[in-house]
């Protein structure tokens, strides 16, 4: 085994074989002095989990699926990789919250992420967050555990990113004291933001997922074609950043090189510029407050030659309207506009119902459900699972 260096930091990736997992490994391999990996988890890719294990021999691997862990226990056994082997959402918390663990990378995929999240939270640990949505879901609860435990919270969302490395130290106590009046967060639009409307029923979850510029997951893609994924961030950067929603403006900008801006009180706007690479504000986020190299390519001015704005349409994006909404409403409408999210975006890639049913599906589910306090963790899982529910019961009535 090799001798770990004691000023090395030991991380957590939650969800390594996804697309912010791997690229997280990326950067992590560039600065093999400065990092050692303790735990990789994945949800059923044991294949990937296994080629991530012999490559960065872990103390820790977990496999949620506990029916396939038997078959990877083997391959690691027989690998001579000492790797040891935990299932379940236990093994997720147990991992995020080890005492030779000081960064956790929360990059789980919707609801799922958010109790290994939490526990990470609970355990104090330096956050890095892209698991989105369990911010979207419990907020309040969740900024309060961070407070509690004096744990580190950096945003990983490219746009929230961008915006804190805008943010002066010391905003936790409100963008108005350090002189911020507005965020602004930038939307590429997705693939379909010139689609013309009556096409859009027709879109499939290829398509959806064929993003202009970013490579992610498919989840994130579907939402960022409907554009709830900025809709998402609106919520997310509420919480992350202390502020009101009508702080927060949207604006698209196809090509996805400014990355999000901050708005001060002297006419001030600093912006955060670079390739669309999510090793970017993974490595920021790694080193903060130091910098890293994150094998990004520089930014060429003179290739991107141009940048464009523009306002999003809400007839087009009916999933940002929703978002806003359920923002207004406040607690757990925005934990049930996620869950039914979820239902909706997972029927559209089994190719169960239509693009422009998402809304739809979301729309009736809030519609439904009444918004209640989301001050316990009980009440915001209550919410996440009714609201699944009534999202299941209104999908037969789309399909076709
Ligand atoms: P992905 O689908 O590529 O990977 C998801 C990871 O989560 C995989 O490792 C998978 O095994 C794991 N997972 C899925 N379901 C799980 C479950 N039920 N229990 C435990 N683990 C589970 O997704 P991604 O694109 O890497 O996105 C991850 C998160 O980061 C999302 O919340 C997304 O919104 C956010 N994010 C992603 C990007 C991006 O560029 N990909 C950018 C910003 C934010
Ligand atoms: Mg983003």
């Not at 872990?58 to 391959?75: H, I």
Request: glycine share 6%; net charge negative; charged share 20%.
């Amino acid at each position: 085994m090799d001798i770990i260096n004691s000023d090395s930091r030991g991380i957590t990736i939650l969800g390594s074989t996804g697309s912010i997992g791997v690229n997280t490994l990326d950067v992590i391999k560039r600065h093999s002095e400065r990092f050692h990996v303790v735990a990789l988890t994945a949800h059923r890719d044991s294949k990937r989990l296994f080629q991530q294990c012999v490559e960065f021999q872990p103390a820790f691997a977990v496999l949620v699926d506990a029916e396939k862990a038997p078959g990877l226990q083997q391959r690691l056994e027989a690998s001579g990789c000492g790797t040891q082997l935990l299932t379940g959402v236990e093994g997720l918390e147990r991992v995020a919250a080890l005492a030779e663990v000081d960064y956790v990378m929360a990059a789980i995929v919707g609801a799922a992420g958010l109790l290994p999240t939490l526990a990470a939270v609970r355990a104090g640990k330096r956050i890095l967050l892209a698991n989105k949505e369990a911010l979207v879901m419990s907020g309040q609860l969740f900024m309060k555990e961070v407070h509690d435990h004096g744990a580190q919270l950096l945003p990983i969302d490219s746009e929230h990113n961008a915006v804190y490395q805008c943010l002066p130290v010391g905003f936790e106590r409100g963008l108005s004291k350090v002189g911020v009046e507005r965020i602004v967060l930038t939307a590429s639009g997705g693939p379909f933001r010139d689609t013309p409307l009556e096409a859009l029923r027709e879109v499939t979850p290829e398509q959806a997922c064929a993003h202009p510029n970013w490579v992610m997951g498919r989840k994130i893609s579907v939402d960022s074609a409907t554009m709830m994924n900025k809709g998402l961030e609106v919520i997310e950067a509420c919480w992350l950043f202390n502020t009101q929603p009508d702080q927060v403006d949207v604006v698209l900008h196809p090509q996805s090189v400014i990355h999000s801006l901050a708005v001060y009180a002297d006419g001030s706007v600093l912006a955060q510029l670079g390739n669309p690479d999510m090793r970017t504000p993974i490595a920021h986020a790694l080193a903060w407050p130091e910098r890293l190299s994150s094998g990004v390519k520089p930014l060429d001015l003179i290739k991107v030659a141009r940048l464009d704005f523009d306002a999003p349409d809400l007839d087009r994006f009916p999933c940002l309207r929703l978002a806003r909404e359920a923002l207004e409403a406040g607690g757990t409408a925005t934990a049930i506009l996620n869950a039914a999210n979820e239902v909706a975006v997972a029927s559209f890639l089994q190719k169960r119902i239509a693009f422009m049913d998402i809304p739809i599906v979301i729309d009736s589910t809030l519609e439904s459900l009444d918004s209640r306090p989301a001050d316990s963790l009980d009440v915001v899982l209550e919410a996440d699972r009714l609201a699944r529910q009534i999202a299941h019961q209104t999908l037969p009535r789309l399909a076709s």
